[in-house]
């Protein structure tokens, strides 16, 4: 197995022949390779994928498609490593651009969360550690290794509601703007909710701060959607009072405050394809993902909430070159960009995601 990046010739094809040899080679690896793809994949991959979904659904369906050898994980690093998690023995996933990181997941590197989770130890707070899907391994397997777990943006509130019953605080990382809606949908008060800033002494908190905390938040955030702010929302219903707005809970709280529905990802599919025909929706999420879903319903006015360029430069980063390129190397029995989950770290995140998956 090798990790590199994609080689000159391809980066020149053009877009006519990337697709025809897409098509070409997923057709000579037939049912040994299985292409997922997520939802705010750019759409000249997405075409190409033969699953589609958020991270942990995506992980979930590459483990049980137990007839292909390779995952190809259009997705980014984190969702890359939850599938090597969950896979059978005899499979393994690729990442055809190493570089599709995440923006949020790199806000919380491990030795600054260990080092926060070694302060709060000292200073006797006692919490309860639960982690975003949106991390790496490592923090997955902290949480593991502590009597955490992690989460997913569908079920972060039943899995708070159970750190709860553990202990009277959470440790929460590494979305700030998740961890508060959650807190808030259960009732917490803001003022419960405190931030730990990784750049200072202690997080930046005093004793009294987090004794007082129900909740600590990371401070970290999505670089897409931390863009949607309460003036879209403003804007947007000035223009139209009758327009829905439909949002991500990994947005700031007054948008959510502001909106009239949030929800995960396959939330907002749910809700848009329920709608009636005529309905008018303004949607805080990923600018691919809204664009297709006001394409697929083309009797709504579905429309993206905020004009800024909300789209998620990383898993752009996955492009029908590197594709091509990692499909043409399985081909000739190349594994390029292989994903591999130290063994100890795999154990520790496994204990994480099944206590979640128990949770439900
Ligand atoms: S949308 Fe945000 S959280 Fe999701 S992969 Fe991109 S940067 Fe990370």
């Known amino acids: 197995m090798s990790v590199r990046t994609v080689p000159e010739p391809y980066l020149a094809l053009d877009d006519e022949v990337?697709?025809?040899?897409?098509r070409a080679a997923k057709e000579e690896l037939g049912s040994s390779t299985v292409i997922l793809g997520h939802h705010y994949q750019r759409d000249d991959v997405i075409a190409h994928a033969d699953v589609t979904g958020d991270s942990f659904k995506l992980a979930r369906l590459g483990a049980a498609r137990t007839d292909a050898t390779y995952i190809v994980f259009c997705g980014v690093h984190f969702m890359a490593e939850s599938a090597d998690i969950l896979r059978a023995p005899r499979q393994t996933v690729v990442l055809p651009d190493l570089n599709a990181g995440c923006s949020m997941a790199?806000?919380?590197p491990t030795e600054d969360v260990l080092l926060a989770g070694e302060t709060l130890d000292r200073l006797g707070v006692r919490t309860v550690p639960v982690?975003?899907?949106n991390s790496t391994a490592e923090l997955k397997a902290f949480c593991g290794d502590r009597g955490g777990a992690?989460?997913?943006?569908?079920?972060?509130?039943?899995?708070?509601?159970w750190a709860f019953q553990r202990e009277p605080k959470i440790f929460f990382f590494p979305d700030e703007h998740l961890g508060r809606n959650t807190g808030l949908a259960l009732g917490i008060p803001l003022a419960s909710m405190v931030v730990w800033d990784p750049a200072k002494e202690s997080g930046g908190l005093t004793r009294e701060d987090l004794e007082r905390a129900r909740?600590?938040?990371w401070k970290g955030c999505c670089s897409v959607h931390t863009k949607f702010q309460l003036r879209h929302v403003e804007e947007r219903r000035r223009e139209d009072p009758g327009v829905r707005i439909l949002v991500?809970?990994?947005?700031p709280y007054e948008v959510v405050q502001a909106a009239d529905e949030v929800g995960s990802t396959e939330h907002i599919i749910h809700v848009l394809e329920k709608a009636p025909a005529g309905s008018r929706w303004a949607v805080g999420t990923e600018y691919h993902l809204v664009n297709r879903l006001a394409r697929r319903h083309a009797d709504k006015k579905i429309s993206i909430l905020s004009k800024d360029f909300c789209l998620c430069a990383t898993m752009y980063r996955i492009s029908p070159q590197n594709l091509l390129w990692a499909l043409e190397n399985l081909l000739e029995g190349n594994v390029v960009n292989a994903i591999r989950v130290p063994e100890n770290v795999k154990r520790g995140a496994r204990v994480a995601l099944d206590r979640m998956l128990q949770v439900g």
Request: hydrophobic share 45%; proline share 3%.
């Open 131 to 133: 982690t975003y899907m």
């Open 248 to 251: 991500h809970p990994e947005v």
């Open 150 to 161: 992690v989460c997913t943006s569908s079920n972060a509130k039943a899995i708070f509601e």
């Open 215 to 217: 909740v600590i938040l």
């Open 18 to 22: 990337l697709d025809s040899r897409i």
């Open 106 to 108: 790199d806000m919380a």
